[in-house]
T-cell receptor, first 115, second 113 residues
Framework: DTGVSQDPRHKITKRGQNVTFRCDPI?????LYWYRQTLGQGPEFLTY????????KSRLLSDRFSAERPKGSFSTLEIQRTEQGDSAMYLC?????????????FGSGTRLTVV | GENVEQHPSTLSVQEGDSAVIKCTYS??????FPWYKQELGKRPQLIID?????GEKKDQRIAVTLNKTAKHFSLHITETQPEDSAVYFC????????????FGGGTRLMVKP
């Protein structure tokens, strides 16, 4: 287990289609985060899980977005009825509660292009 | 909520010179300030971080300073090398929302050989 894995790396979809991304965190990390990064900007927080519980959601996460983390392991982020404005890099990160540092580790991201 | 502003947005230096990137934050409760380096098409990677109980931290050619009173913190890179060229992001968190990070807008650093 060498880091946070995200799949797929790239996704091109037509407007109106649904897409789902997967994130596999570092195995001992109990906190998992989703961020969105648009070109030339810093990552923006979307949501976070502690174990299987989704404890915080940003107002950026519209009703078309849903995230799950069944059994507190991997997580999925689904976007329904995609819009061109959803085009971005979706980054997953994980960390350990109570670690001496906050120790975020980011995955390589899924780049979504909505055409 | 927290707001983090970062300057400059682009920075060009000659190899061997120093580079300084500055960030300001709005939430006085913020207590942790990491810096990330992101190369084109790659993940953000933590390069250095500082907690609010420390004023300065150094790691080889990289240092970070924090002024809690003024609510700003800075990244200093000395003896820059071409491989330092990347986008650098500062971030802050108060520990709320599971240590959610609020990022600055990024600085594109170009080191000319």
């Amino acid at each position: 287990d060498t880091g946070v894995s995200q799949d797929p790396r790239h996704k091109i979809t037509k407007r109106g289609q649904n897409v789902t991304f997967r994130c596999d965190p570092i195995s001992e990390h109990n906190r998992l985060y989703w961020y969105r990064q648009t070109l030339g900007q810093g990552p923006e927080f979307l949501t976070y899980f502690q174990n299987e519980a989704q404890l915080e959601k940003s107002r950026l996460l519209s009703d078309r977005f849903s995230a799950e983390r069944p059994k507190g392991s991997f997580s999925t982020l689904e976007i329904q009825r995609t819009e061109q404005g959803d085009s971005a890099m979706y980054l997953c990160a994980s960390s350990v509660l109570g670690a001496s540092g906050y120790g975020y580790t980011f995955g390589s991201g899924t780049r979504l292009t909505v055409v | 909520g927290e707001n983090v502003e970062q300057h400059p947005s682009t920075l060009s230096v000659q190899e061997g010179d120093s580079a300084v990137i500055k960030c300001t934050y709005s939430d006085s409760a913020s207590n942790y300030f990491p810096w990330y380096k992101q190369e084109l098409g790659k993940r953000p990677q933590l390069i250095i971080d500082i907690r609010s109980n420390v004023g300065e931290k150094k790691d080889q050619r990289i240092a970070v300073t924090l002024n809690k009173t003024a609510k700003h913190f800075s990244l200093h890179i000395t003896e820059t090398q071409p491989e330092d060229s990347a986008v650098y992001f500062c971030a802050a968190t108060s520990g709320g929302a599971g240590n959610m990070l609020t990022f600055g807008g990024g600085t594109r650093l170009m080191v000319k050989p």
